[in-house]
T-cell receptor, first 112, second 112 residues
Framework: QKEVEQNSGPLSVPEGAIASLNCTYS??????FFWYRQYSGKSPELIMS????GDKEDGRFTAQLNKASQYVSLLIRDSQPSDSATYLC????????????FGKGTTLSVSS | EADIYQTPRYLVIGTGKKITLECSQT?????MYWYQQDPGMELHLIHY???????EKGDLSSESTVSRIRTEHFPLTLESARPSHTSQYLC???????????FGQGTRLTVV
C-alpha cells in the first residue's frame, strides 16, 4: 500500500514567521510531487509542483525534495493569516496508470 | 487557471432520490477523477477515468456510478441517496495520471 504521511497539526506560527510543512512517502519510485492548499469548505488548489531533487521557489513558497530520504517539504516565508489552511501533499506513484496519492494534510494556523 | 466546473454547488435531497452530480472540464484532459471528502477529513478517490468509455473504481468503496461518454464530461450518479452519502464530492482532471490534478469547486451533498 503506497502511503503519503503528513503531520496533521495544527501547526501554529506567528505572522511573518517561516512555516515548514513536511511530507514523507513510501514509494521510492515516485517521480512527481505536489503541494495543494485547501481552505475550509473549499476545494484543493495547486500551489507547487516539484520533480527533481533540490529546492524550487515560487514567491513566498519553496518546495524541497529529497528522493533518497523520500521526503518533500514546503516552506512558506513571511507567513500571513491568509495562509491559514490545510496543506495537502500529493505524490505520483511509480505504478503507471494510477492516480495521485494524497496525504491527510497539515493544518496551518497563522496568528496576527 | 483551471477550467473545471461542477454543478450543483450545493444539494439537499431526500432519502431514496436519484441524483447526478455534473463535472465538466474544458482543458482537454483525458484523465478525470471523483473524490469524496467529509469535513476536516482526507480525500478519498472513489472513481477515475483514463478517457472516453473508460471508468475505474477508486480506493474507497462507493455506491455511486460514473460514465465517460465525452472527454469533457464525467458525471457521478447515486441511484438511491442515503444520509450516509452526505459529504463533499470533488471532481478533478489531469493531462496524465501522474501530473498535477486540477479540482472543481465541489458539490456539497446533504441527504435528509
Amino acid at each position: 500500500q503506497k502511503e503519503v504521511e503528513q503531520n496533521s497539526g495544527p501547526l501554529s506560527v506567528p505572522e511573518g514567521a517561516i512555516a515548514s510543512l513536511n511530507c514523507t512517502y513510501s514509494d521510492r519510485g515516485s517521480q512527481s510531487f505536489f503541494w495543494y492548499r485547501q481552505y475550509s469548505g473549499k476545494s484543493p488548489e495547486l500551489i507547487m509542483s516539484i520533480y527533481s531533487n533540490g529546492d524550487k521557489e515560487d514567491g513566498r513558497f519553496t518546495a524541497q525534495l529529497n528522493k533518497a530520504s523520500q521526503y518533500v517539504s514546503l516552506l512558506i516565508r513571511d507567513s500571513q493569516p491568509s495562509d491559514s489552511a490545510t496543506y495537502l501533499c500529493a505524490v505520483s506513484p511509480n505504478q503507471a496508470g494510477t492516480a495521485l496519492i494524497f496525504g491527510k494534510g497539515t493544518t496551518l494556523s497563522v496568528s496576527s | 487557471e483551471a477550467d473545471i466546473y461542477q454543478t450543483p454547488r450545493y444539494l439537499v435531497i431526500g432519502t431514496g432520490k436519484k441524483i447526478t452530480l455534473e463535472c465538466s472540464q474544458t482543458m482537454g484532459h483525458d484523465k478525470m477523477y471523483w473524490y469524496q471528502q467529509d469535513p476536516g477529513m482526507e480525500l478519498h478517490l472513489i472513481h477515475y477515468s483514463y478517457g472516453v468509455n473508460s471508468t475505474e473504481k477508486g480506493d474507497l468503496s462507493s455506491e455511486s456510478t460514473v460514465s465517460r461518454i465525452r472527454t469533457e464530461h464525467f458525471p457521478l450518479t447515486l441511484e438511491s441517496a442515503r444520509p450516509s452519502h452526505t459529504s463533499q464530492y470533488l471532481c478533478a482532471s489531469s493531462f496524465h495520471m501522474n501530473t498535477e490534478a486540477f479540482f472543481g469547486q465541489g458539490t456539497r451533498l446533504t441527504v435528509v
